[in-house]
């Protein structure tokens, strides 16, 4: 899958640059007259040699952006690097998000089992659901419960929690990030999206203590955005980091920001595009 057109403005700008010093070489080779004046077809061979290496590097410019895999920008002076990873290898805190109850069963109904979710709940706290589910209630703040004692048809826990509503275990931030309907599926407004990121990135100002945060693309896996069933994990991508800067929070170095692509994900988003965003933030 190609995700940057061969006559992109941005690769013909990138050639640009390379032409200008090959044509400086050029230049200056005929300017001193480094060739002998015996040498009838140097001219000729070296207009060909010229094209060649020209096509190359255009070629390879084309390869190579179509093929990237990690940016860093900058945003108002907070390092941000969006790669692909396994967030669970990164260092500093590493984000999870859950539903607004917290729930922790892992039946690939409620929870998948193949979920960033699922998988800190069965690796990192060893299925111990009791002890995290405990954890949570005792480490939770009382301001952001919403609700106890809530009847849910489908089972699950029973005390909700505003979204962005965040709780550190150990090397690990749990944040509320989904709401679930009476069928138990995760979905949210697009306003509520975006509420959740503003107030997510203060949580985590509060929190982070001048430690690296690696976060997922939130909303990349089986959460529904409400009336917008086509969006792309490149436009929720794109609303973080615009979020991100709306939310005036900064790391301070040298504390950065990674934004974590599943490898089955990253040939879908154009980091060329996402690069380009620092211009606009």
């Given at each position: ?36 004046a015996t040498c009838e077809k140097c ?155 503003i107030n997510f990135w203060d949580r ?78």
């Amino acid at each position: 899958m190609k995700k940057v057109t061969f006559f992109d403005k941005r690769i013909l700008t990138k050639f640009w640059g390379y032409f200008s010093v090959i044509s400086g070489i050029i230049s200056f080779i005929y300017l001193f007259n480094f060739l002998p004046a015996t040498c009838e077809k140097c001219n000729l061979w070296i207009g060909i040699s010229c094209v060649i290496i020209l096509i190359i590097i255009y070629f390879s410019i084309w390869i190579y952006v179509n093929k990237l895999k990690n940016v860093k920008i900058d945003i108002d002076g907070s390092n941000v690097i969006i790669k692909e990873g396994d967030i669970f290898k990164e260092d500093g805190y590493k984000v999870i998000g859950f539903n607004e109850y917290f729930d922790t069963q892992v039946d690939n109904k409620m929870i998948s089992e193949h979920s960033l979710n699922g998988i800190f709940i069965k690796k990192i706290c060893g299925n111990n659901t009791e002890e995290l589910d405990k954890y949570i209630v005792e480490q939770s703040d009382s301001e952001d419960i919403v609700a106890k004692n809530v009847e849910r048809r489908k089972g699950g826990k029973k005390i909700k929690y505003k979204l962005s509503s965040t709780i550190v275990y150990d090397e690990y931030l749990l944040t509320a990030f989904s709401k679930f309907d009476v069928e138990n599926r995760a979905n949210l407004t697009m306003p509520e999206y975006i509420e959740f990121l503003i107030n997510f990135w203060d949580r985590v100002n509060r929190i982070y203590a001048q430690k690296n945060v690696s976060v997922p693309i939130f909303g990349s896996g089986i959460t529904r955005i409400k009336e917008h069933k086509n969006i792309t994990d490149e436009d929720l991508l794109k609303i973080m980091l615009w979020t991100f800067k709306l939310s005036e929070y900064r790391f301070k170095y040298p504390a950065k920001l990674t934004i974590i692509i599943h490898k089955d994900k990253i040939d879908e988003i154009n980091l060329l595009d996402v690069e380009s965003m620092e211009k606009g933030l």
